[in-house]
């Protein structure tokens, strides 16, 4: 098994930062791609960011020029640095990650959530 361990949710303020971690640990052989998605009450759930293996990246339109992905491949973690922070980016965080266990299949985890708030 995989577990993700999220943590950096909070409360701030309109035009203020945060920055979210990811660790994942267990029976990993690779890591192929994390990302980040959001969701509130009545919404589908969404991707915000998204980082492969090879440092590719991609992000929301809503998000592009405001949030940065990144990873650190000796802990296994992804980071979302949240910056200019905007009411409608109030949401529930989940991080995802997709990788090769030790038996040699593909598989996803969902992290637990963290929730984001930005007041106005």
């Known amino acids: 098994q995989v577990q993700l361990v999220e943590s950096g949710g909070g409360l701030v303020q309109l035009g203020g930062s945060l920055r979210l971690s990811c660790a994942a640990s267990g029976s990993i052989f690779s890591i192929n791609a994390m990302g980040w998605y959001r969701q509130v009450p009545g919404k589908q759930r969404e991707l915000v960011a998204h980082i492969t293996s090879g440092s590719s990246t991609n992000f929301a339109d809503s998000v592009k020029g405001r949030f940065t992905i990144s990873k650190d491949n000796a802990k296994n973690t992804v980071y979302l640095q949240m910056n200019s922070l905007k009411p409608e980016d109030t949401a529930v965080y989940y991080c995802?990650?997709?990788?090769?266990?030790?038996?040699?299949?593909?598989?996803?985890?969902w992290g637990q959530g963290t929730q984001v708030t930005v007041s106005s």
């Open positions: 995802n990650v997709a990788v090769t266990a030790v038996d040699g299949y593909e598989y996803y985890y």
